[in-house]
């Protein structure tokens, strides 16, 4: 049903252009499904730090130093917009770095959890310039995916419109939102 044959082929140009990457974790041996996690985050890594205007996050929790470096990286060296998305919880890692550095973090507080796991980065001004990071995405380079998972990396319009839709969805939610913003006491205030 599925595959590269010459009759499988849409005549939509868009779908022809896009990038759709499937990063696939876990091995046989321990040492091959390490290296594997490890070069899918870097994947994921090399797309964020590419972002030339926005990047959005949404995950229930962001405890990666690398994933936070990165997004640090991308907002000083790039100057895109970063927005992030996380569910309320007693563990608050990097959120006075990020403040910090101008990045926009809310912390979702509703009944039922959010486990969202998806990133939006926008490489360009065109269309078919942006991207979307589905899947497993809060690992850290000492502390890669070693479970059976997937990540998708698409530049499907259609993926992304429907993921830009629910991101400005939960971030646009106040009534079960703290914006976290820079206390200039050192302190973390949410």
Known sequence: MFGNRPDDKLNNKQNDSAINEILLYGAETEEQTKQIGLDNLLCIYYVILHANKTVDVCVPSLISGTLAECLINVRQKNKARVRITIHNSDE????????????????????????H??????????????????????????????????????????????????????????????????????????
């Open 92 to 115: 608050f890692h990097n959120l006075q770095s990020f403040a910090e550095n101008g990045i926009e973090v809310k912390v979702i507080s509703p009944s039922v959890r959010l486990e």
């Open 117 to 190: 796991e998806f990133v939006l980065v926008d490489l360009g001004s065109g269309p078919g310039e942006a991207v979307g990071v589905l899947g497993a995405l809060d690992y850290d380079t000492a502390r890669p995916n070693c479970n059976r998972d997937a990540t998708l990396l698409s530049s499907d319009v259609t993926l992304l419109t429907a993921l830009g839709k629910e991101f400005e969805r939960v971030w646009n939610y106040a009534p079960e939102t703290t914006e976290f913003k820079l206390d200039n006491n050192n302190s973390d205030s949410i």
